[in-house]
């Protein structure tokens, strides 16, 4: 009798193994094509996963919306434009430039030809045009030229004539 209760013991213990090492052999093997599924996805459409975007698709991006914006007004031919999407306005809402923004429109900025353009992919429109001034941000343009500032020259000091000695330079040894 111990004997088949031994016998009986060992056999569900085989079956108890046998469905554990089921379940873990199903479990990787839906971890391996889900693994697979997220790198294909990875490949070809980065994007849908929140990944940054690769060289290709942001150079097309660019050289689509470069060929868009080209349609409405003429470009600088000599140089790429850096390009910029607003994703928050209010914290740039207080800048000329951007006084009529949305959140989603493009920035096109050429720093050589020191322009740059906001243009509105939603409406097919350009909203600003403006001057570029490096390091101090992006000026409208309005129909006519702002006067330029004048140089005001800042005076030389002049030295003194006779050197004056100091307490610690006329002390002796």
Known sequence: MEEETTQSAESAKKTVN???IAKIAT???VAAIAAGGVYLIAQKRPSLIGLPKNGVEVQAETDALVA???KLIALPTDEKPTVATITDIDKIKDQP???NAKNGDKVLIYTTANKAILYRPSERRIIEVGAVNIGGGVQPTTGS?????KATPTP???PTSTPVAT???TATP
Request: proline share 17%; glycine share 8%; no cysteine.
């Open 97 to 99: 430039f951007f006084k």
């Open 18 to 20: 046998k469905g554990l």
């Open 156 to 158: 030389t000091p002049k």
């Open 27 to 29: 479990y990787l093997v």
């Open 167 to 169: 307490p610690a330079e």
């Open 145 to 149: 030229p702002t006067p330029a500032a």
């Open 68 to 70: 868009e914006v080209g």
